[in-house]
């Protein structure tokens, strides 16, 4: 929780200033005190009253002016709200090593169904958009409402050469900015320090190995952070050797042959066994410099629910709303409570006469 006006904490001090008012006034009243011949016949004419009962009123009473006087500094707290319009841009995988056939049939044809879930599974209203890598990042559908659109580019997904995750985030910084204009570019430089306002627009980079070109990572992720953009990342696959088969409409015109040999022959990409080449610490850095999360999937289901669950964090974000009324209101039944319980318990009982005989005059 934080404070608009601090200083208007001082409205505290009038807590003390009235302790030592009553203090001075019992002072007081002890030396302009009256002595009468029988104590006991006054003690007796006055209701009975217990500490307690002139206890609590005085907390109660206090207490609502510790309230009240926090609302007057105008108290925010961080709670978790929708957000109207939000983006996602999924950033997808599209390298060579996507042919590795340990997530059957290979871990592109299962990226696609987890994907194609995912956009299905939005709200109708959301806005997504799509990028894929591999030596480079291009950016397939703007964000869009239109999820007709992003199934048929995901199908389109083909393998190349390279992974290239940095330049994937800013692919995906630049076209949120053009739909948001609390985004600059990437290419406006942003003054140093002061709070970063975190927007409701979110990055979620899907690969199953690490950078190979472009720009690093953890700068790109500094480029969205400064930005207030999170980016979740997906770790995909296994750590098994597997061999390299994709279709031949999977297979790009860069792709002829992988680092390690093996080559696109007949039926599809053949040869080759690889193991799983994920760059597990840069991905967390990744999702820990901008506020998001790191997720591993290794199998296509582990896929599907990580990408169906996202929405639950991504969706909601967290802002700074005053709650002063809440003070206020709170501050008030306080004290009302007090002045209420002070005057039920000091009234004075009405003593009827229970003598039938009259009265002198």
Do not use: H
């Not at 997530?103 to 995912?118: D, H, I, K, M, S």
């Not at 999820?147 to 393998?159: E, F, G, S, Y």
């Amino acid at each position: 929780m934080s404070l608009t006006w601090p200083w208007a904490l001082t409205a505290l001090l009038v807590f003390p200033a009235l302790l030592g008012y009553r203090w001075w006034s019992r002072r007081r009243r002890r030396r302009e005190t009256v002595r009468l011949p029988s104590v006991a016949l006054v003690r007796a004419a006055l209701p009975a009253r217990s500490t307690w009962r002139r206890r609590i009123p005085l907390w109660l009473f206090a207490a609502g002016l510790v309230v009240l006087a926090t609302g007057a500094a105008r108290p925010q707290a961080s709670v978790p709200v929708p957000a109207n319009s939000t983006t996602i841009m999924l950033a997808i995988d599209s390298s060579g090593s996507m042919c590795s056939t340990d997530v059957p049939p290979n871990r592109l044809t299962a990226a696609q169904g987890a994907a194609r879930e995912f956009v299905d599974g939005q709200p109708d209203g959301a806005n997504i958009g799509l990028v894929t890598f591999s030596g480079n990042a291009g950016l397939l559908v703007e964000p869009t409402e239109d999820k007709k659109a992003l199934v048929a580019a995901i199908d389109t997904l083909r393998t190349a050469r390279g992974t290239a995750i940095g330049l994937a985030i800013l692919t995906s910084v630049d076209a949120i900015a053009e739909v948001n204009a609390d985004v600059p570019p990437t290419g406006i430089d942003l003054p140093a320090g002061g709070p970063v306002e975190v927007q409701p627009d979110t990055i979620v980079v899907l690969t199953d190995g690490r950078n190979t070109q472009g720009v690093d990572p953890t700068t790109a992720a500094a480029q969205a952070a400064a930005r207030g953009l999170r980016v979740y990342t997906i770790g995909f696959g296994t750590t098994q050797p597997s061999a390299m088969v994709c279709d031949p409409n999977q297979v790009g015109g860069d792709a002829a042959m992988f680092g390690d040999g093996s080559r696109f022959s007949g039926g599809g990409f053949g040869g080759g066994r690889r193991y799983q080449n994920i760059d597990e610490p840069t991905l967390r850095e990744v999702a820990e410099l901008t506020g998001g999360e790191y997720y591993e999937a290794q199998d296509a289901a582990e896929l599907t629910r990580v990408l169906r669950d996202l929405p639950n964090n991504i969706v909601l974000q967290k802002q700074d709303m005053e709650i002063t009324a809440w003070f206020a209101l709170a501050g008030a039944l306080l004290v009302l409570a007090a002045v209420a319980l002070a005057q039920w318990w000091g009234r004075v009982p009405v003593r009827s006469s229970t003598s039938g005989s009259p009265s002198r005059p």
